[in-house]
């Protein structure tokens, strides 16, 4: 079955430091893919999406991730990160079709230290 | 309103009452998904319309959960006879098009005593 694995349950970085985060999928056939974030009591908000176009993707606040064919991969990356950026972050893919479901990982929840 | 807007956001109901979630979606927005969201998981896909039709129920994990979107807009997720592993955040997502990215609501905390 075709499926999203995010290494990494927590991670913790301290403010200004490099944010990676984790994600590969398992399928052949190269998919769409998504990076949400979740705050607190919130819905799912889009940070970047993969279309087969550019295979780096610039998102919002700052992130971005790079699309690996070979490596079935499309870790999510920020610079510096910022104590506003806690909150946990899905991967997420679909591979078209007539219903464009989206299956999601696990999810990475982000601490920031000061 | 802008996003995708769904009540109610809290729901407490006793084991076997029948509960009803609904979503409004973005306006214009074709699409329509509901998905599960268990404590600690991601996501998981239940339903998804396109108008008013339901063109994919795969994930719908009992006949006890039933969704409708009558007039290809608002929807509603009804669950009967609630069951204690019911418990969990419901989300809605709404698109465009099937393949352009999903827009979600803060979704609807259920809890089953």
């Known amino acids: 079955a075709q499926s999203v694995t995010q290494l990494g349950s927590h991670v913790s970085v301290s403010e200004g430091a490099l944010v990676l985060l984790r994600c590969n999928y398992s399928?052949?056939?190269?998919?769409?893919l998504f990076w949400y974030v979740q705050y607190p009591n919130q819905g799912l908000q889009l940070l970047l999406k993969?279309?087969?176009?550019?295979?780096l993707v610039k998102g919002i606040n700052g992130f971005e991730a790079e699309f690996k064919k070979s490596e079935t991969s499309f870790h999510l990356t920020k610079p510096s990160a910022h104590m506003s950026d806690a909150a946990e972050y899905f991967c997420a893919v679909t591979w078209g079709g007539a219903t464009n479901k989206l299956i999601f990982g696990t999810g990475t929840l982000l601490a920031v230290q000061p | 309103g802008a996003g995708v807007s769904q009540s109610p956001r809290y729901k407490v109901a006793k084991r076997g009452q029948d509960v009803a979630l609904r979503c409004d979606p973005i306006?214009?927005?074709?699409?329509l998904f509901w998905y599960q969201q268990a404590l600690g998981q991601g996501p998981e896909f239940l339903t998804y319309?396109?108008?008013?039709?339901?063109?994919?129920k795969s994930g719908l994990p009992s006949d006890r959960f039933f969704a409708e979107r009558p007039e290809g807009s608002v929807s509603t997720l009804k669950i009967q006879r609630t069951q204690q592993e019911d418990s969990a955040v419901y989300l809605c997502?709404?698109?465009?098009?099937?393949?352009?990215?999903?827009?979600f609501g803060d979704g609807t905390r259920l809890s089953i005593l």
């Open positions: 319309f396109q108008n008013e039709a339901q063109l994919d």
């Open positions: 399928s052949s056939v190269p998919p769409y």
């Open positions: 997502a709404s698109s465009k098009q099937g393949d352009q990215p999903q827009h």
């Open positions: 306006s214009g927005h074709v699409s």
């Open positions: 993969y279309t087969s176009a550019a295979t």
